[in-house]
Structure formats: structure tokens, C-alpha cells
């Protein structure tokens, strides 16, 4: 309890950081460009809320490392040659690197050149995203190990990269890539549609309109690719966890293959009987999802299919779990096709999107879902791994350090109140930022301390020094 609510708290942050740095890049790269003071802008006040998110997800995220020791230690022990030093790539190489350029992304506007200051950026952006790729790499190397065997109880690596390669990687990677940027996306999109629909001042509503099409532009490419990606880590989870996929579908018999196959679209499962008390499926829609035909090649194990002590037990979250991801997946993918539509009508023009309230209401309430997916989705992927730590290899109940019920429970209630201060002390002043706006007058970057003067043309004087004018 104490691992999932600080990993589930400690989610909610870099989430928004590692895909609005993509952002922050694209704007800088559009003022540069174009000249256009409003991209500039833009870039000030998207980076507040950028730098408040690292903040709180520094602070929830350090005490997640620690736990691997405190919490996990007989699994650091069996793993720690790999997992450890997977872990320690993240924060050495990645968090450093974020944190290193951080400093000038936010303060380097007039103290450095634009194209050391666009690197920076960069940098943050490349940082944000390496952070994410090191995490994936360890939690995928505990859905399918590889790479080396298990040698009295402890992993031994022997090939390096192939256990960084492991099955489960690429996939993994690519999919909270597109997770992490197309959150970011439509928070950015529902605070810019909250402006527009504000309408008490036009300034902002045409401000704003721009930063609703920039993430409208890329959103209509990330969404349909991350559910395209989606689907894939469904067919690897179907070859490496069966029994995972078996919990995502409560399926409890096998399909035979050569048999046609139901979707279940809602059910309520029943561990106890090992059955569905009710289930309502779609006629043959399973084999079309796993291999786009009515009848399976293969077949579909049922969670009987293994000793109970092998299979996920909480097959409830996990099944709905998977599809509040997936209704998500596809809800924030329509509501882009739509979007796009409009913008092709042109319905989305400055004297124009002010009318489209359905619409921006409809990216109002999204801005939260990608939350919701993300978290669902790392619940599918760890309870659904469950028992196992390491899939096949360690299990859960024998990794979990021998500690106090009392002394666990303590901690839990530490945990509970300070990241309880830190949510609402970031939605304080993350509502103040909101609500404060842009700066519409704020100067560009070289041009904040040069006086709004007539400056005369110097005379010389063989006889006395430069005379200068000023009006």
C-alpha cells in the first residue's frame, strides 16, 4: 500500500513535465523562427507550470528510490547488480542533465545567447524523456527478464544489453512516450480552452487560441500513434504474460483456437467462484482485437488455466483498470479528429473559436483524463504482473522486507500527510499561475532595459567630450 500510493502520487507530476518540455521547444523554436513575441510569451508562462510540476515530482520521487531498500530489501538484494544500476542511470544521467540546464531554460533569457538558450530547452526536454526511458527499462525488464539467469537467488547478468533490450521495452517506451505527451497536450488544450471560453478579455482569447492549435497540430499525430502502440504491447502481453491478459479480459476458460472469441465490454468478476457474475461481450470482437479475425490461431488461456497461486488475484482492477485506459485512449483521439474537423471549417479562427463551446468544453474535461489513463495503465501493468515481481522469477510475497506492521503504517501516514500538503500546495499555485495569465506586455528578451528614448546622433568636438541628447 505504501509503494502504490507514493508511486501513484509520485505519477501525477512527470507525467506533465516530460511532455510539456516538448512543448516549451516547439514554442521556442516557433519564436525564433517567426519573431512572433506571442510564442515568447507562450514559452514564460507555460514554463511556471512546468517548474512547479518538477518541483513537486523531485520531491515525491527521491523517497521512491529509498524505498527499494527500506521496503523491498530482499528484491534489491536479488536484483540490485541490474535493477540498481538501471535506476542510478536515471538519476546520474537523466535528472542531471534536466536539472543541470533547468537553471538557464528559466533564468538565461537575457544572460545567454537564443541558440544556447533553444539548447537548454532542449536539453530539459532530452533530460525529461531520458528519465522516462531509464524507468521503463527497469520496469520492463521485470515483466520479461533477460539478459543473464538467477544464480543462487540472485540475477547475474551477462549480457548487459540484452537486458536492457529485453521484449518488453521498445514498446513500453514508446507507449508512455506518447502517454506523457499527449497529457501534457490536452492539459495544455483545456487550460487555453478555459481561456477562450473565459471571453472577459479577447487579448487573452486570441492568446490563447494559438497555443489550442499548436497542441491540436500535434495531438492529431500522437493520439491515433499511441493507440496504435497501445495494441502492440497488448500482443506482447499476450505472448510473455498470458495470465495478465487473462485478468485484463476476466476471462476464466480458455478459447481453444480455431475458436471464435467474445469481447467482454463490462463485467463483474468474481475471484471467489472463479467465474463472471455478469458479463456483457461483443459476438467474436476478441479474436478481431488479438489477430483481426473472427477465429483465434492460437488459443486464449483462462485464469484457470493456472494454479491460483500463479494468476493475479485483484481481477477486477485490473480489468477495469485496462478499460478506463483504453476509453480514454479513444475518447481524447475522437475529440482531436473532431477539433480537427472544425479547424478544417474554419471554425477555429480567432473571431470564430470563441463559439465553439461544446468543443471546448469537451477538452475542458479532458485535461484531466490523462492522468486517469496513465495511472490505469501502470495498474494493469504491475498488479497484472502480480504475484511476481519479476515475472516468472521472484515473487512478491517473498520480496517485501520483514518490517512492523506499526512502523510500516507510521510511515504510510508521513507519507499520506506531506504529499497530501504538497497536492494542495501545488494546486494553490498552480491555480494562481493560471489565474494571474500571461504577461501580454512582457519584453522580449534584450529589449527589457533599453529606455523608450530618441536617442541624437553623437557630435565631436576637438575641444570637449561627446554631446548626446536624449528626448
Same mark, same amino acid.
Given at each position: ?154 540475477? *547475474? ?113 468474481? *475471484? ?50 485496462? /478499460? ?20 478544417? +471549417? ?14 471546448? /468544453? ?32 521472484? +515473487? ?35 491555480? /494562481? ?39
Amino acid at each position: 500500500m505504501q509503494f502504490a500510493f507514493t508511486a501513484i502520487f509520485h505519477m501525477l507530476w512527470p507525467v506533465l513535465t516530460t511532455g510539456m518540455a516538448i512543448y516549451l521547444v516547439i514554442l521556442e523554436v516557433l519564436w525564433l523562427k517567426t519573431k512572433n513575441p506571442d510564442y515568447y510569451r507562450h514559452a514564460r508562462f507555460w514554463s511556471k507550470l512546468y517548474v512547479l510540476n518538477f518541483g513537486i515530482g523531485v520531491a515525491s520521487g527521491l523517497p521512491m528510490e529509498f524505498q527499494f531498500g527500506t521496503n523491498w530489501a530482499p528484491f534489491s538484494e536479488a536484483v540490485g547488480d541490474f535493477f540498481g544500476s538501471i535506476l542510478g542511470f536515471e538519476g546520474s544521467m537523466a535528472f542531471m542533465l534536466e536539472a543541470g540546464f533547468l537553471g538557464i531554460m528559466l533564468f538565461g533569457w537575457e544572460r545567454v545567447p537564443p541558440a544556447i538558450h533553444l539548447l537548454s530547452t532542449a536539453m530539459v526536454a532530452f533530460g525529461a524523456n531520458l528519465s522516462t526511458f531509464w524507468i521503463l527499462v527497469a520496469n520492463s525488464w521485470l515483466q520479461t527478464p533477460a539478459g543473464g539467469e538467477f544464480v543462487s537467488g540472485k540475477f *547475474v547478468v551477462s549480457d548487459y544489453f540484452e537486458a536492457i533490450l529485453n521484449p518488453f521495452m521498445v514498446n513500453s517506451v514508446g507507449h508512455m512516450f506518447f502517454a506523457t505527451l499527449e497529457t501534457s497536450l490536452f492539459v495544455i488544450g483545456g487550460i487555453s480552452a478555459w481561456f477562450i471560453l473565459r471571453g472577459s478579455d479577447q487579448r487573452h482569447a486570441a492568446f490563447f487560441s494559438r497555443s489550442f492549435k499548436i497542441v491540436l497540430a500535434v495531438a492529431i499525430a500522437a493520439a491515433p500513434l499511441q493507440i496504435w502502440i497501445g495494441h502492440l504491447s497488448a500482443e506482447q502481453v499476450r505472448v510473455h504474460q498470458p495470465t495478465k491478459l487473462a485478468a485484463m479480459e476476466a476471462q476464466w476458460e480458455t478459447i481453444p483456437a480455431g475458436a471464435k472469441a467474445d469481447w467482454s465490454v463490462i463485467a463483474a468478476p468474481n *475471484v471467489e467462484v472463479e467465474r463472471n457474475d455478469w458479463n456483457i461481450s461483443i459476438p467474436n470482437a476478441l479474436g478481431y482485437i488479438l489477430e483481426l479475425k473472427p477465429t483465434l490461431s492460437e488459443p486464449v488461456y483462462g485464469l484457470k488455466h493456472w494454479p491460483e497461486r500463479d494468476r493475479p488475484h485483484m481481477v477486477g482492477l485490473v480489468y477495469y483498470a485496462f /478499460r478506463i485506459m483504453v476509453s480514454i485512449g479513444l475518447f481524447l483521439a475522437g475529440l482531436a479528429a473532431i477539433t480537427l474537423v472544425q479547424w478544417l +471549417r474554419g471554425k477555429l479562427a480567432d473571431t470564430e473559436i470563441h463559439q465553439q463551446k461544446w468543443l471546448l /468544453r469537451g477538452w475542458l474535461f479532458a485535461a484531466p483524463l490523462g492522468y486517469l489513463a496513465v495511472e490505469s495503465g501502470w495498474v494493469v501493468r504491475c498488479v497484472g504482473r502480480q504475484p511476481w515481481t519479476v515475472y516468472g522469477q521472484l +515473487r512478491t510475497a517473498d520480496m517485501a522486507s520483514n518490517l512492523p506492521p506499526g512502523e510500516v503504517l507510521a510511515s504510510l501516514s508521513g507519507f499520506v500527510l506531506l504529499y497530501g500538503f504538497l497536492f494542495i500546495s501545488a494546486m494553490f499555485f498552480g491555480r /494562481r499561475i493560471i489565474m494571474t495569465g500571461p504577461n501580454l506586455e512582457l519584453a522580449l528578451p534584450g529589449q527589457a532595459n533599453q529606455p523608450d528614448a530618441i536617442v541624437a546622433p553623437v557630435e565631436h568636438s576637438p575641444d570637449r567630450r561627446p554631446v548626446e541628447t536624449q528626448q
